[in-house]
Every structure is written in structure tokens, then in C-alpha cells.
T-cell receptor
Framework: DAEITQSPRHKITETGRQVTLACHQTWNHNNMFWYRQDLGHGLRLLHYSYGVQDTNKGEVSDGYSVSRSNTEDLPLTLESAASSQTSVYFC???????????FGEGSRLTVL | DQQVKQNSPSLSVQEGRISILNCDYTNSMFDYFLWYKKYPAEGPTFLISISSIKDKNEDGRFTVFLNKSAKHLSLHIVPSQPGDSAVYFCAASGNTDKLIFGTGTRLQVFP
């Protein structure tokens, strides 16, 4: 079955370190998204991509970057992790420009 | 500025009764609305959606109502079951096609 997977599922890092969260989908979806989930804020959009070599900033993009070198993967990089980036991160994908998103199981990141 | 608001952080309902989850939005350009359900340690899963050309959409025990003039939508679950206990997010999109999510409502269905 096609799916969307995130890794690692859990990570602990130190302030100032670079961290990359992986997202891989096998549906051949063009659209991919990264959200973070925090209590009281719901799901907030970080970055998104509509296809290879396309990336766009979302609501809260500062401190994060993404790259899209192929259809299947959209890695999320934190260049210099901060304690405020402790959160649960969700990757999602969608076939077209409308309709439902399919989410991965999430990556819990703790920045000490 | 929160464009999609879920003002009730939590809701507790007895099994068999109706659960009503509410969502308000501020952007009149939103024309497509979705509800997602999330269990702990899992990703959100799609539940039901509604287009702005409708005011009601039903799928089994789940019904979503849309009141465009009030910029309000609600999710009704009848009858509620213990397995419905989860966090529910409403989401909206418009001409920008990005989904904007609310803050979520934690539903607990007790026996």
C-alpha cells in the first residue's frame, strides 16, 4: 500500500545543532506540506511544495527550510535548533491542489 | 491572527449521545472545509469535508453543517462511541488552496 513515512519518530537534540526530519511518500503526490503541532496553536504550516524544485514558505517558516529534489521526499531542516522548536512535526501530501491531506505519523523533536 | 477558531478546547459526552464540535472562521474567501481526527501518537486522519456550495454533508454517524453567513461550521457525531475519543481539528482553504487548521477540540466519550 502507498504511504507516507516520517523519520525519526523521536529525536532529542541540543540548541544550535542542525536537525533534518525526513518525509517520504509513495503515492507520487505533487503537493507536500510540513506542519508543527503545539498545544493551543493546532497545526501550523511551515513550508510546502507543489512539485520538484518548488518550495514555499508557510505561516511560521522562520528557522526552517525544505528542499524538493524528487517527487517522493520533502526533508525539513532546522539550521540551528532552538528550544522554541520543540514540537511535534507532521508531514502531509496531496495529489492535487484541493482535497484532503494525508498525514504521516509525526516526528517528536525535543531541543534541550 | 487565528483565521480558524475552535473555542472549546475539550468536550465530554456520554456514549450514545450527540457530540457537537464547533468551528468559526474569519476569512470569507474560504470555500472548502474539512474535519480531521487525531489519536495520540498518530497523524491526523481525514473525517469529512464540505464545500461552500452546500450547507450539510453526511457520512454515516458524522454530519458537518456549514453556516456561511455566520462563518460557522459544526461537526455532529450521533451516536457517540468511546472510539470517537480523540482530538478533532477543523480546517479551511480558499483561493490559496493551503489548509489552515484550528486549534483542536479534545472529545472524550465516556460509558
Amino acid at each position: 500500500d502507498a504511504e507516507i513515512t516520517q523519520s525519526p519518530r523521536h529525536k532529542i537534540t541540543e540548541t544550535g545543532r542542525q536537525v533534518t526530519l525526513a518525509c517520504h511518500q509513495t503515492w507520487n503526490h505533487n503537493n507536500m506540506f510540513w506542519y508543527r503541532q503545539d498545544l493551543g496553536h493546532g497545526l501550523r504550516l511551515l513550508h510546502y511544495s507543489y512539485g520538484v524544485q518548488d518550495t514555499n514558505k508557510g505561516e511560521v517558516s522562520d528557522g526552517y527550510s525544505v528542499s524538493r529534489s524528487n517527487t517522493e521526499d520533502l526533508p525539513l531542516t532546522l539550521e540551528s535548533a532552538a528550544s522554541s522548536q520543540t514540537s511535534v512535526y507532521f508531514c502531509a501530501s496531496r495529489a492535487g491542489n484541493t482535497g484532503e491531506l494525508f498525514f504521516g505519523e509525526g516526528s517528536r523533536l525535543t531541543v534541550l | 491572527d487565528q483565521q480558524v477558531k475552535q473555542n472549546s478546547p475539550s468536550l465530554s459526552v456520554q456514549e450514545g449521545r450527540i457530540s457537537i464540535l464547533n468551528c468559526d472562521y474569519t476569512n470569507s474567501m474560504f470555500d472548502y472545509f474539512l474535519w480531521y481526527k487525531k489519536y495520540p501518537a498518530e497523524g491526523p486522519t481525514f473525517l469529512i469535508s464540505i464545500s461552500s456550495i452546500k450547507d450539510k454533508n453526511e457520512d454515516g454517524r458524522f454530519t458537518v453543517f456549514l453556516n456561511k453567513s455566520a462563518k460557522h461550521l459544526s461537526l455532529h457525531i450521533v451516536p457517540s462511541q468511546p472510539g470517537d475519543s480523540a482530538v478533532y481539528f477543523c480546517a479551511a482553504s480558499g483561493n490559496t488552496d493551503k489548509l489552515i487548521f484550528g486549534t483542536g477540540t479534545r472529545l472524550q466519550v465516556f460509558p
